[in-house]
Nanobody, 131 residues
Framework: QVQLVESGGGSVQSGGSLRLSCAASGFTLDYYAIGWFRQAPGKERKEREGVSCISSSDSSTYYKDSVKGRFTISRDNAKTTVYLQMNSLKPEDTAVYYC?????????????????????WGKGTLVTVSS
């Protein structure tokens, strides 16, 4: 059974940094896309937005425009943990951050990284950025 467990959330001031981790287990896919979504306070699940992802096929990445240059996605050599380094955090980054995975490895793009394409989700980790 696929499990995605997020950690690393917390409270920081504007301009601060956090590193989120997603420990993945229970899947045997050779090709997949894995990454992050976020759901801001008061928003519904359907409003969850794709933040960043990485493809297993060629390690290509995608970033939402508003986080480009501030967030960096990476994974460990064993490819079982995915990280999201978040720098220069802003109050509008406040959200629950969810890890997600899909066998559609080509989904790691602005058009493909969406709720419908995801097969498995973690339970989320809360990031709060104060001004």
């Amino acid at each position: 059974q696929v499990q995605l467990v997020e950690s690393g959330g917390g409270s920081v001031q504007s301009g601060g940094s956090l590193r989120l981790s997603c420990a993945a287990s229970g899947f045997t896919l050779d090709y997949y896309a894995i990454g992050w979504f976020r759901q801001a306070p008061g928003k519904e699940r359907k409003e969850r937005e794709g933040v960043s992802c990485i493809s297993s096929s060629d390690s290509s990445t995608y970033y939402k425009d508003s986080v480009k240059g501030r967030f960096t996605i990476s994974r460990d050599n064993a490819k079982t943990t995915v990280y999201l380094q978040m720098n220069s955090l802003k109050p509008e980054d406040t959200a629950v951050y969810y890890c997600a995975i899909t066998p559609a490895y080509y989904a790691c793009s602005a058009y493909g990284w969406n709720l419908v394409a995801m097969n498995h989700w973690g339970k989320g980790t809360l990031v709060t950025v104060s001004s």
